[in-house]
């Protein structure tokens, strides 16, 4: 049985990496004394798969895993096992059951919309945008490695001022294999420290969605 979970990651656990988010999602799975099923051989490993890597810091609303199981079980039986097991900073948003024979999920997921909340005022915020979105590349390095920014950036917009509220912005970012685009890389283009802002990952975007 392959079954996914849609969960949030806050508080403390935004500035837990993605091994170590495997490894808590390995001990979740322990505690909850549900039958996750294992790899063969020596080292046997847990069969589980989390989408995309959330870098640290940021927070999110819809990060996704697939786990296996060793047996058929019910949802709700799984959903509560699962909800008496979590730690603090992560919470179950949704259960599904997922063809066993699907391509891997790391596979499916092509973009990422993030929510990016500015603790200070910009100035000329408006301008700042514009002039990224109209510059046909942006060369930046990563890894030692130069790539063009620019076709990551799908889709990024200001989102109307609210009395009372900070600035916020919305950015879909491409998030394939070789070809993923970080909000906090748009912000050093808009000349923006990361540390100025929060940033939440909204959704994530599957080839099936």
Excluded at 80 to 101: C, F, N, Q, R
Excluded at 119 to 134: F, G, T
Excluded at 146 to 166: F, H, M, T, V, W
Aim: aromatic share 6%; proline share 6%; glycine share 4%.
């Amino acid at each position: 049985m392959r079954i996914r979970l849609t969960f949030s990651k806050s508080g403390a656990m935004q500035y837990v990496g993605h091994l170590d988010l495997h490894r808590a999602w390995e001990r979740i799975f322990r505690r909850s004394g549900l039958p996750l099923e294992y790899s063969q051989g020596f080292h046997p490993q847990p069969h589980i798969n989390l989408a995309c890597a959330l870098p640290l810091g940021f927070t999110s609303q819809c990060e996704i895993i697939d786990a296996w199981f060793e047996k058929e079980l019910r949802l709700a039986d799984v959903r509560e096992a699962i909800l008496g097991a979590l730690p603090p900073g992560l919470m179950l948003l949704g259960i599904s059951e997922v063809d066993s024979s699907a391509p891997a999920l790391q596979t499916q997921v092509t973009a990422a919309i993030y929510q990016i909340t500015f603790l200070d005022d910009i100035p000329d915020l408006p301008d700042r945008l514009h002039r990224v979105l109209s510059t046909e590349h942006l060369h930046r390095i990563r890894h030692a490695k130069p790539y063009d920014l620019r076709p990551l950036i799908e889709e990024a917009s200001l989102l109307p001022d609210k009395q009372g509220e900070k600035s916020k912005m919305l950015v879909r970012m491409a998030a394939r294999e070789a070809a993923t685009g970080r909000p906090e890389e748009l912000l050093a283009e808009m000349d923006i420290e990361f540390k100025d802002t929060l940033i939440d990952r909204a959704m994530l975007i599957l080839t099936n969605d």
